[in-house]
């Protein structure tokens, strides 16, 4: 929904779903204190405490020198979608800021295969895309092997993307209560990508479903389910998922900028 452009001042993104043209600074460091900005004044405009509200710098693709940089800007929280590539990355970043290990949070945000579980429930700290009963047990049971405990999320499918994964809602209570039985894993909440549409009016309403679903799913009452985290919102919308509720949002083009070549 991005379309990038070069122009004199820097680089320059236009919203293309709503026409909304955003500047965006030269470096990292500017760019995260521009999303931080406008995060804040995006939830205080709808009457949230911007506190309330995570950042997920989305470090896919990006050299360790890009997160390096994002980091020392204060960035704490790191997604990726790929174990190839991040696990190295990780290793890099955890040598170089040996003294904030235990501050920085690898969160793992792609498609989660089966065979790659171990590994990745070694380098990340949480798991955002768990969208089946076979999956999470899975996942359950590796962790224990390994004897640690993850923080997971359900991801569900309000995008109308079938590559983009996630499980329909009406789906979701049958895999929570499925989460409810693991040992090893906590559920703290749900992840979802928006609507794929230029509609504003459907980037909304999805969102707003996630939402819906979230309050569903507390009433339901579950053991080892929690709603604290609706991980909502990318670089073209998050401002919308920010007004319909969620508490973390996606953000990897608007920090790092266009993909490296």
């Not at 962790?143 to 997971?152: C, F, R, T, W």
Request: aromatic share 4%; proline share 3%.
């Amino acid at each position: 929904m991005l379309s990038q452009l070069a122009s004199e001042e820097g680089r320059l993104y236009i919203c293309a779903c709503f026409g909304e043209e955003i500047h965006m600074p030269s470096n990292i460091t500017e760019r995260l204190q521009k999303i931080r900005d406008q995060i804040s004044q995006t939830a205080q405009e709808v009457g949230r405490d911007p506190s309330t509200i995570s950042l997920v710098a989305v470090s896919k693709y990006q050299p360790a020198g890009a997160v390096a940089e994002a980091i020392e800007a204060g960035q704490r929280v790191f997604g990726e979608s790929r174990l190839q590539g991040a696990a190295e990355k990780i290793e890099t970043i955890r040598l170089r800021f040996s003294d904030l290990s235990d501050d920085i949070h690898w969160s793992f945000i792609g498609a989660l295969q089966s065979n790659k579980v171990k590994p990745i429930l070694e380098c990340f700290h949480s798991i955002q895309s768990i969208d089946r009963v076979k999956l999470l047990n899975r996942v359950d049971r590796i962790a224990g092997e390994l004897n640690v405990s993850k923080s997971i999320l359900l991801q569900v499918n309000v995008s109308g993307a079938e590559m983009q994964g996630g499980i329909p809602i009406s789906q979701l209570p049958s895999l929570a209560e499925a989460a409810a039985k693991c040992d090893h894993i906590r559920v703290d909440g749900l992840m979802a990508i928006g609507a794929n549409s230029d509609n504003e009016d459907e980037i909304r309403s999805s969102f707003r479903d996630v939402r819906k679903a979230a309050d569903a799913l507390t009433k339901m009452n579950l053991p080892n389910i929690s709603m604290n985290i609706l991980s909502m919102g990318m670089t073209g919308d998050y401002k919308i998922a920010i007004e319909e509720g969620s508490t973390l949002v996606r953000i990897g083009t608007a920090i790092f900028g266009p993909r490296p070549s």
